[in-house]
């Protein structure tokens, strides 16, 4: 907890179609929540329940604020309630003045099932509190209050473990619903909440870390509006629970409540628009038989009367996922259109394509380019009728091919001889380069003009060419000769800063020992506290190229500074090769000592490692084969 200057907090608002305001629901780390009745050490903010549900609240009698928190165990609600006249009898029921929370939990074919869990407060020292769903008692569920100190006045924290809620066995993402205060003056029950009376779908949601953490990055960084054009359920990490996978304009998104330890989520640039159908499907589907659902993407590349489409399959191992498959499966142009079959086989593990229509070409009109970076689309008139491709344990392999004879074509007219068209030369490497390089600019949105801020060039992909890093403003772009075959990028946003003009250095050195360079980010992050005061955090973040994502693997806060006063650790790279280790040992402060120091101690936040204090311990962190850990 932050002592003396609170961060800020910024919670989305509720979107169109939904009513009331959102909860956060802010992850903790096991065991930090002590149920003495008084929430003075939850995170964020407390949310205020202002919606008038039913009956009128009379000069702001009651005033009741929440909070709700969860670990991997359990979920916490804390309430602070100010109310003249409070009820309270040995039932234990809807007569009494009592808090009720209504959890909604979206099952993956559509819709949604509904818990509502009744808390009553007690009296200290002469009534029990109660939690139950119905009539019947919560399993294994607590409520400890405590009273306030003036008149009218308590608070109470209660635990509800998520075994007592069978859909939270699979299910802690996507969740929806409200909190309701129900005043029992003796008259008729006034009731305020964070939402009025709604179906499940309409209710707000109840955003957890992650998905707070998308809207706060994400979506402010990259100024997208309007819901996930998916949004999609599924087990893709092989953890128990399942993971939200999202499409967000034209980025992959996705999070879950164990996923990169529950507190950060993975984006990639698809390369397309959905938008303006550069995204035909987009379903996710067991097909290596590990129990995980791997990702089946339809891209279209070009506009409607110009495109080539493919189909890609990404797959998970460990926390960033890899294409499995890629196979071009139709072409449009000039008038003319060819597109072939593909099937997914779940049942053997394996994926047939196969020969399909075309129309508007034939054998000696069609003169279009034929993809070489990887399979391309089968051809009526070519000499491949089929491919079946089967999954070996790290990629779908082609196993086996059936031949055509041109002449199979059917009704397609095929002139009796035929002279294959040249293909048109096609640009040399370094020309291709120059264009991935505009494509990058062009759909990151760099300025004309614009010159990078920081630019190297190191060997940081898969083979032993370097490739180009270039960093205009907080866009980090990774292209090369051998990188995807010369005709694509890799990009990530350095969202931990607002501004470009922030990052200090970026350079590259080889930490983990697989002859590959790693990029290491050094930058100053702001943030403002809840007192208008500007924190400024230096980071050190350090990102990898694995398969075609750049992907950050580590990160520390190095300083921390607030107007003139300053505290900052020391940094060290120590050893060689896979056994290079991060060492972060005390360093100095200016103005501010152990007593005067206005933060405390601090946890991992965000993914981000905390900044050792001058009066604090030394920590060391080492390559685990995925990512640096303490």
């Known amino acids: 907890m932050l002592a003396g200057v609170a961060l800020a907090l910024w919670v989305a608002p509720s979107r169109a179609g939904e009513v009331g305001v959102e909860v956060p629901l802010d992850l903790v780390e096991a065991g930090s929540l002590k149920l003495d009745g008084i929430p003075r050490e939850w995170p964020g903010s407390m949310t205020p329940l202002g919606v008038d549900v039913r009956g009128s609240i009379a000069h702001g009698d009651p005033t009741v604020r929440v909070a709700l928190a969860y670990d991997d165990a359990a979920l916490y609600v804390g309430a602070e309630v100010v109310d003249d006249k409070l009820v309270r009898t040995a039932s234990c029921g809807d007569a009494d003045d009592h808090l009720t929370l209504t959890l909604a939990f979206p099952r993956a074919a559509g819709g949604f099932t509904s818990h509502t869990i009744t808390l009553v407060p007690g009296d200290p020292g ?7 769903e119905g009539s019947a008692p919560l399993a294994g569920a607590r409520l400890v209050e405590a009273p306030g100190k003036s008149p009218g006045a308590y608070s ?20 929806r619903g409200a909190v309701r205060y129900h005043d029992a003056d003796g008259g008729p029950v006034r009731v305020v909440g964070t939402a009025p009376d709604a179906p499940p779908a309409e209710l707000p949601r109840l955003p957890t870390t992650p998905e707070q953490a998308v809207e706060t990055g994400l979506v402010r960084d990259k100024g997208l509006t309007g819901p996930p054009r998916h949004d999609l359920l599924v087990d893709v990490a092989g953890d128990a629970q399942v993971e939200r996978v999202e499409v967000r304009d034209r980025y992959l998104v996705v999070l879950g409540p164990r996923y990169r330890g529950g507190r950060e989520y993975f984006f990639q640039d698809l390369g397309v628009d959905p938008l303006s159908g550069g995204l035909p499907t987009f379903e996710a589907r067991d097909l290596t038989g590990d129990g995980r659902a791997e990702l089946v993407m339809r891209k279209r590349v070009g506009v409607e009367a110009e495109h080539r489409e493919v189909v890609e399959v990404l797959h998970f191992e460990g926390e960033v996922p890899s294409t499995v498959f890629r196979h071009e499966v139709g072409i449009a142009a000039h008038g003319g259109r060819v597109a072939c079959e593909l099937r997914l086989r779940p049942e053997t593990k394996s994926i047939e394509v196969e020969v399909g229509a075309a129309a508007g070409f034939t054998a000696d009109t069609f003169h279009e380019a034929i993809e070489t970076s990887f399979d391309p689309t089968l051809l009526p008139w070519g000499t491949v009728r089929s491919q079946t491709y089967t999954w ?12 055509q004879a041109p ?3 059917g009704a397609l007219p095929v002139p009796t001889a035929v002279l294959a068209p040249r293909a048109p030369s096609g640009p040399g490497a370094d020309e291709l380069l120059s264009q991935v390089y505009e494509l990058f600019r062009r759909d990151r949105r760099v300025p004309d003009g614009d010159e990078p801020r920081f630019r190297l060039d190191a060997n940081v992909a898969g083979d032993a060419q370097k490739e180009r890093v270039v960093v205009h403003g907080r866009e980090l772009g990774v292209f090369g000769k051998g990188f995807r075959d010369g005709r694509g990028y890799a990009a990530t946003t350095l969202g931990a800063f607002a501004d470009g003009r922030d990052l200090a250095s970026v350079t590259a050195r080889d930490l983990d020992g697989d002859g590959r360079a790693e990029l290491v980010v050094r930058g100053t992050a702001r943030a403002t506290s809840a007192r ?51 060492d972060l040992s005390p360093g100095r402060a200016t103005g501010w000592t152990r007593a005067t120091y206005p933060f405390g101690e601090t946890d991992p936040s965000g993914g981000v490692e905390p900044l050792v204090l001058p009066w604090g311990e030394a920590a060391r962190y080492a390559w685990d084969g995925e990512r640096f850990t303490k």
Do not use: H, M
């Not at 109470?156 to 969740?175: H, N, Q, T, Y």
């Open 126 to 132: 002469r009534l029990a509190g109660c939690v139950r």
């Open 156 to 175: 109470f924290e209660a635990s509800i473990p998520w075994s007592a809620l069978p859909e939270a066995e699979r299910v802690r993402v996507g969740l």
């Open 392 to 403: 070996n344990g790290s990629t779908f392999a082609r196993v086996s091919e059936q031949a």
């Open 407 to 409: 002449a199979a074509v």
């Open 532 to 582: 208008g005061v500007e924190v400024l955090r230096d980071l050190l973040l350090v990102y990898a190229v694995r398969g075609e994502v750049v992907s950050r693997v580590f990160a520390v806060e190095v300083a921390r500074a607030v107007g003139d006063s300053r505290v900052e650790a020391k940094v060290a790279f120590v050893g060689k090769g896979k056994g290079v280790a991060i």
